[in-house]
Every structure is written in C-alpha cells, then in structure tokens.
C-alpha cells in the first residue's frame, strides 16, 4: 500500500509537467498565429523627417520643435552677413515664411540645408534692400590687434569669405560643434573643419595676432 501511495505524487508530477510543456506550446503557437509575439518596429527615420511629416499632417504645434533645433543655425548664418539688430526679426521671418513652403521640400531629411539656403537669401534680400552694414578696413584691423570687442571682431568675420565666416560664427557665436554645423548644414565634418582652420587664420591675419 505504502508503494502505491509513493508513486501517486511521481505520476501527478510528470503529468503536470507533460501538461504544462504543452500549455506552454500551444500558447507560444497561438500567439505566433496572431502576431502577438514579434519584435518593436524600430525607424530609421532622421527626426526631421518624423517632425515635417507630423507638421504636413497638422500637428503644427511639432514646428517648435523645427525651431527649436534649427534656431541657432539660422540666427548664425544671419550674424554672419547682417547687422546684429536685424536679427531676430530675420529669424522669425524666415521660419514663418519656411512654415508656409514646408511644403515644397522634397526631401525632409534635407530641411537643414533647405533653411539654411533660405536664409542665406533673405540676408543677400536684405543687403539688396539696404547698403548700411557696418565695415572695418583692413587697416583699422590691424591698428587695433589688442582688446577688441566682440562687434569688432564679428565685423572682422564677415569681411571673410562667405564659408568661413558662417562656420566661425556658427561655431564661436551660437555654440555649435563642429559635427552639429556639418549635420545642419549638410557638409562633411571634414570640410567644417578645413573652414574652421582657415578661417580663423585669416581672421588671425585680419586682427594682425601671430600665431603662438
């Protein structure tokens, strides 16, 4: 008696197992026949797409965000070719005017490029509109090689070339790295530093400093 009474719990064990290991089969089957079980979609998708896309469909409210990461670019090309006052009205300006083309650009990953170009114009608009921008020659540039301000030296900026000077102000001005500049604005880290280089050595030429 006492054998029989020890083999009952051996018996309910491997059948509890046997009934759970095709338990666990069938809800492992039933889930993959209705797509329960399947890894996260993931995207690849550059944040500007998502944002552009989100903005064409309605959601107006995601162009801050637009703003948000492309403010800086624009506010440096522009401090690079117009007076400091004009500005922030320009930046504003440009980024409504892009809200109303938004829908003209036909590649979203390249909105970078696209408002900087669109700045880039309303700046060549401006000086079109108005001549008075404020200039240094070169000889003032080198009388005074010490203690400059800051508006003396962005005025000696944009005396540069046009490459050079909207990376130095992008890059000293408004804070940005160099791989930030080359993703904004669609160059290669390479060139962004190839004009870092070269600009501030002209710059370095304009303000009559020697290299230590």
Known sequence: MSEVIKE?????TKLTKGESMIECEATAEMLMMTGAVRSPEKTDEPIEVVLVRAVLEGEHD??????EMYAPLVHGILLARVPRDEVADLVQDIFLHALRKLHTLRDAKSFGPWIAMIARNRAMDFHRASRETIEVTEQ?????PRDRTAHEVLNLIRELPDAYRETLVLRFVEGMTGPEIAARVGLTPASVRVNLHRGM?????RMGVARA
Do not use: E, N, Q
Not at 8 to 12: D, E, F, H, K
Not at 62 to 67: P, V
Not at 140 to 144: E, L, P, Q
């Open 8 to 12: 009952i719990p051996i018996a309910r």
């Open 62 to 67: 995601r162009y801050g965000r637009l703003y």
């Open 140 to 144: 003032t540039a080198v009388a005074k």
């Open 201 to 205: 050595k002209l710059l370095r030429d």
